[in-house]
């Protein structure tokens, strides 16, 4: 199946600092990518959808200014959380979706647990 | 708004017995998925239901989909230990893959 990485799986910043967060496809092109977000024992919500070429779409109640997201290329986008607090410590996933077979399917990065202290 | 719910949220069962969790889903939905995820880490897939009807098996798992009841049951038969997990069922409403997930179902099973 297609991969999609993410990188670094954790990162531990201060109050105040910026962290950007990588998800690449390997092995696939993807215009498209999503971004995640799980906090502890819930579920994930779709924070934002990253395009290659062109600005990315926000999902209701997620501040674009705090959460930066550039899809430069066909297998990279980036998440930069800008400013990180505390109440920024979550899980964060990106997926990807390949279109195959009997149609398309998301597949998702190793995650990136981000505690800010 | 669209709403995923499944059921149990938690359940603890023993080795070897038989139980479902139930997936429920506000709208129209061509497809479902189910995941598992263990502790710390990201989603596996493990069942994508393509269509009302469908049925798929992996091992012990069992997912079937009814669309015109918009439910979906994971189905663990003899449940073994390495099992446990949480387990998300998610929608595709908008059919790009912007999936809305389930509140998910922590599953612990005893030996």
């Known amino acids: 199946g297609a991969v999609v990485s993410q990188h670094p799986s954790r990162v531990i910043c201060k109050s105040g600092t910026s962290v950007k967060i990588e998800c690449r496809s390997l092995?696939?092109?993807?215009?498209?990518m999503f971004w995640y977000r799980q906090f502890p024992k819930q579920s994930l919500m779709l924070m934002a959808t990253?395009?290659?070429?062109?600005?990315?779409?926000?999902e209701q109640g997620v501040e674009k200014d705090k959460f930066l997201i550039n899809h430069a290329s066909l297998t990279l986008s980036t998440l930069t959380v800008t400013s990180a607090h505390p109440e920024d410590s979550s899980f964060y996933i990106c997926?990807?979706?390949?279109?195959?077979?009997?149609?398309?399917?998301?597949?998702f990065g190793q995650g990136t647990r981000l505690t800010v202290v | 708004e669209l709403k995923v719910e499944q059921n149990p949220l938690f359940l603890s069962m023993q080795e070897g017995k038989n139980y479902t969790i139930y997936c429920n889903y506000s709208?129209?939905?061509?497809?479902l998925y189910w995941y598992r995820q263990d502790p710390g880490k990201s989603l596996e897939s493990l069942f994508v239901?393509?269509?009302?009807?469908a049925v798929k098996q992996e091992g012990r798992l069992m997912a079937s989909l009814d669309t015109k009841a918009r439910l979906s049951t994971l189905h663990i038969t003899a449940a073994v230990h390495d099992l446990s997990a949480t387990y998300f069922c998610?929608?595709?409403?908008?059919?790009?893959?912007?999936?809305?997930f389930g509140q998910g179902t922590r599953l612990t099973i005893n030996p």
């Open positions: 997926s990807a979706p390949v279109t195959a077979g009997l149609g398309t399917e998301a597949f």
């Open positions: 092995d696939f092109q993807a215009t498209t």
């Open positions: 990253s395009n290659e070429g062109s600005k990315a779409t926000y």
């Open positions: 709208t129209t939905s061509d497809r």
């Open positions: 239901l393509l269509s009302n009807g």
């Open positions: 998610a929608v595709d409403p908008r059919g790009a893959q912007k999936l809305v």
